[in-house]
């Protein structure tokens, strides 16, 4: 908002999804709980809040 009109950014930065790639991850219970500490809201996002099936 500060730079703006001269600099316009479109992005979407959805954080860490726990989704099949994430597996290795999300199947240590240490590794996800300190993800989910990470994150704001505590907890990972689910594919379904990013995209339609």
């Known amino acids: 908002m500060d730079l703006a009109p001269r600099i316009r950014v479109n992005a979407v930065s959805p954080g860490a999804i726990a989704s099949h790639g ?17 994150i704001p ?13």
């Open 22 to 38: 994430m597996a290795a991850v999300t199947g240590n219970p240490e590794v996800k709980a300190a993800m989910e500490n990470a």
């Open 41 to 53: 809201l505590r907890c990972l996002g689910d594919p379904e809040h990013i995209a339609a099936r």
